[in-house]
């Protein structure tokens, strides 16, 4: 049942979030089947507007299976009691369509798979020179400073940063659309732990091969879950950490030494700012050491196998990565905030009302964070549409009105 609803999603996700374009994804699922009459939209509404929890308590009776999928679904951010995360938790229908991957050699592979891909088509990336600021004229983006100085002249440029950078990007000349933007950035996500280690986790009575060519969702219980995100709502370390490990290396031996492994521990919700006052710095290697326990409570052994860390905390992604309060997905991912509510409703169209030449797409943009790569495909689209014969004649006669008002 929920298949094709995840498909829909999928579908709804690569289009503009117009009223229209939800139609075209979701009214196919109603249609009459089996001898059964259309399903009422509102029918459809109930479901997708329920949450993740009620979902899997109507359709499973294990709580280590419902915890391990309500984990799962959890990977977005909000927690599965929050209103609109069934379709969260249903996601995991999909990996029967497209089971999870990873590059070899890393997730960057696929970044320089698509500067390949832009280079062969005749673009160019250009790196380490920062854009500074965005150049407007007569109400129009003409182009972007770096920080060195240079003048990059573009009668249209696409922001896929945060959107909080863009309107700084854009300074004075941010039109009351983006400078009055304030999307729900959040108090921070997880925290990471890159652990070099001499062997593969190792969980008792489970077939290694299944085990390390998945998500590791090592939570028994919905109630650590839910305790967690309390801790968090409360600006508190969670008490029990709950962790998902990953361990790549299993399968790409181009990720770590001979006899050596890779192991990845996300962990969820860790606050950015902490209600009393913790600095993240001080914090991170005990929190660490925290989570590596948690995995070890599955895994025994894991904690000695481990030979060195990298630990991301919130503060660390926000430092490294840009990513504000270390929001890996920009903006919150409730249902407030997404399809034309993301980032905010004047935004949601990949245009900046009042500042024209100027796009949106990433993570802060429908369908939000996650590497799918749909924001840019949309937002290129708008451009090209926008582009069209009709829009450079709207062009001419704006550039024309604007010059007899001169
Ligand atoms: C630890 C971690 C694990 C994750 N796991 C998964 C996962 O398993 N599956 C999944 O789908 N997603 C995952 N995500 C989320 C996913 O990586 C992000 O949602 C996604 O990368 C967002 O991509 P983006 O290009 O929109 O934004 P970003 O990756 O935030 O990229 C924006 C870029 O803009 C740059 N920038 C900012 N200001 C400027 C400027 N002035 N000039 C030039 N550049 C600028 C930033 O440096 C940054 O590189 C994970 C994220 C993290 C941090």
Redesign the pocket.
């Known amino acids: 049942m929920w298949a094709p609803r995840s498909r829909a999603v999928v579908d709804s996700f690569a289009r503009r979030p117009t009223v229209g374009g939800l139609a075209r994804s979701f009214w196919p699922l109603g249609a009459p089947a089996d001898g059964r009459p259309r399903t009422p939209g509102g029918d459809l509404a109930v479901d997708f507007l329920g949450s993740g929890d009620a979902l899997l308590d109507r359709w499973f009776t294990s709580e280590r299976l419902k915890a391990a999928l309500a984990w799962f679904g959890a990977q977005s951010g909000p927690p599965m009691s929050e209103p609109g995360t069934a379709a969260m938790v249903a996601w995991a229908t999909l990996l029967h369509d497209v089971p999870p991957g990873h590059p070899v050699g890393g997730s960057g592979g696929l970044t320089q798979a698509l500067r390949r891909r832009l280079e062969a088509d005749g673009g160019h990336v250009a790196l380490g020179d920062?854009?500074a600021r965005l150049l407007v004229e007569d109400g129009r983006v003409t182009g972007v400073e770096t920080a060195s100085g240079r003048r990059v002249a573009a009668p249209v440029v696409v922001a896929?940063?945060?959107v909080l950078?863009t309107r700084d990007?854009a300074g004075e000349h941010a039109p009351p659309s983006l400078a009055d933007a304030a999307p729900p950035v959040g108090n921070g996500f997880g925290l990471?732990v890159r652990a070099l280690t001499d062997a593969p986790p190792s969980y008792p009575g489970v077939d290694p091969a299944a085990a390390l060519g998945g998500l590791q969702l090592l939570c028994t219980d919905r109630a650590q879950l839910a305790a967690a995100h309390g801790d968090w709502l409360a600006g508190r370390l969670p008490r029990e950490p709950v962790p998902l490990a990953m361990c790549f290396s299993a399968t790409d031996d181009t990720l770590a030494p001979p006899g050596q492994h890779v192991v990845t521990v996300?962990g969820q919700w860790y606050p950015y700012a902490l209600a009393d006052g913790g600095d993240w710095d001080a914090l991170a290697e005990a929190e660490a050491d925290r989570l590596i326990g948690a995995v070890d409570r599955f895994a025994p052994g894991f904690a000695a196998s481990v030979q060195r860390t990298y630990v991301?905390t919130p503060l660390l992604?926000e430092r490294e990565?840009?990513?504000l309060r270390g929001n890996?997905?920009?903006v919150e991912m409730g249902l407030a905030s997404m399809f034309a509510f993301r980032p905010t409703p004047a935004l949601s169209g990949y245009r900046v009302p009042g500042l024209a030449g100027l796009y949106l797409a990433?993570?802060s943009t429908h369908p939000g964070?996650?590497?799918s790569g749909n924001s840019g495909r949309t937002a290129a689209r708008v451009v090209l549409g926008d582009r069209g014969v009709p829009a450079r004649a709207r062009e001419a006669l704006r550039r024309g009105l604007a010059r007899v008002r001169r």
């Open positions: 920062a854009a896929a940063c945060h950078a990007l990471v996300w991301q992604l990565l840009s990513l890996v997905m920009h990433g993570a964070g996650g590497v």
